[in-house]
């Protein structure tokens, strides 16, 4: 099974994606699959959420889809019935973690600050999304708490640009990062799929 810190090793850049209409789902899983992107995270901050994950999951297998924006504790098992590989949280409470846990799939707890950081890893957690990552100090962030924290490795989120990825990329304490551009409201709405794939093959390709 595909652990925490196996997440982080997909590929150069999660695809961040929120999604208004469910039958879409399909089209731009198998987008990103062309452009050579081989994971994905829907939020679950619309309706549509669900939905697209239980698409994904059961029509294009060899994505591997989670679940972001796991916020409360009842969101965790949800994402699991529908079928989401993976759960991802922007922060880390007990009880949202406890609940994580207890679906039994890999997850990536969300921290922000040293303190936070280091109450996942006493859980022996060693794979964290960092988010917000440019608001909460960015690269200069990370590459400050590798030498205290050397253990931990992270998928920072957050106002990450296609110019920015390849900076945090560096950094030996990240895996992967997180981003929104790859999918972007107006090619959603317009169903412009061939768009998502080309941003898709430029992620695929980005490197420190």
Known sequence: MTTGPDLLDLSPVVPVVVLDDADQAVSLAKALLRGGIRVIELTLRTPAALAAIERVAAEVPEMVVGAGTVTAPEHAELAAKAGAAFLVTPGSTDRVLDAVEATGLPFLPGASTVSEAMRLAERGLTALKFFPAE???????????????????????????????????????????????????????AGDFGLIESLAKAAAELTA
């Not at 200069?140 to 945090?168: E, H, M, V, W």
């Open 135 to 189: 608001a909460a100090g960015g690269v200069d962030f990370l590459k400050s708490i590798g030498g205290p924290l050397p253990g931990l490795r992270f998928c920072p989120t957050g106002g990450i640009t296609p110019q920015s990825a390849p900076n945090y990329l560096a950094l030996a304490n990240v895996g992967c990062v997180g981003g929104s551009w790859l999918t972007p409201k107006s090619a959603l709405a």
